[in-house]
């Protein structure tokens, strides 16, 4: 069973430790991260970031246990346990394989995961124009044409150091 975790900021390995602690033997975590590339003091850098924030998803087959839940409740680095967890397995199941069929052979997410969410603008996350917003003019297969300030861009869709979601 599939269960969400919120965890103290910077607490996430003390939470992984008192969870396989209270559990006997070690469950399985999984929380999706980009890498994306950042300019920091004129350099560029590689930095890891998780989709979920501070939010952790913990599998193992004891968490059906309310007494076990109880337990969980007042562990270490643990904020809080989303609620719905039980009626919302299916779900959870289907956003961890979706997740680990768009990563890519390190284990990060790729830009297909993110090409899921249709909408008319887009945002980067990597690259010069991180954090900027851009008006998409046209969606093909394998490029968007994009807009900003009226000059028109091509980008590729198959970039893998380019992360950008629909917003």
Same mark, same amino acid.
């Given at each position: 069973m599939w269960v969400v975790f919120k965890y103290k900021k910077n607490e996430s390995e003390i939470l992984k430790n008192? $969870?396989?602690? +209270? *559990? %006997?033997?070690?469950?399985e975590f999984y929380n999706p991260k980009v890498k994306i590339k950042k300019i920091v &003091? %004129? @350099?560029?850098k590689d930095c890891k970031k998780s989709i979920l924030d501070k939010y952790i *998803? #913990? !599998?193992?087959? /004891?968490?059906?246990?309310? /007494?076990?839940?109880? *337990?969980i409740n007042y562990a270490k680095g643990i904020q809080l346990i989303l609620s %719905?967890?039980?009626?919302?397995? !299916?779900? $959870? +199941?289907?956003?961890?394989?979706? #997740? !680990?069929?768009?990563?890519?052979?390190? %284990?990060? $997410?790729k830009q297909s995961f993110f090409n899921n969410y249709i909408g008319n603008k887009i945002q980067f996350h990597s690259g010069m124009f991180s954090h900027l917003i851009f008006e998409v003019i046209e969606d093909k297969k394998k490029? *968007? @044409?994009?807009?900003?300030?009226? +000059? &028109?861009? !091509? +980008?590729? @869709?198959d970039q893998e150091n380019l992360l950008f979601r629909y917003v």
């Open positions: 008192s $969870l396989t602690s +209270i *559990l %006997g033997d070690k469950p &003091k %004129g @350099k560029i *998803l #913990c !599998k193992h087959s /004891k968490f059906s246990d309310l /007494k076990i839940m109880n *337990l %719905g967890y039980q009626e919302n397995q !299916k779900n $959870l +199941i289907n956003f961890v394989e979706t #997740c !680990k069929s768009h990563e890519n052979e390190d %284990g990060f $997410l490029e *968007l @044409k994009i807009l900003s300030n009226k +000059i &028109k861009f !091509k +980008i590729s @869709k």
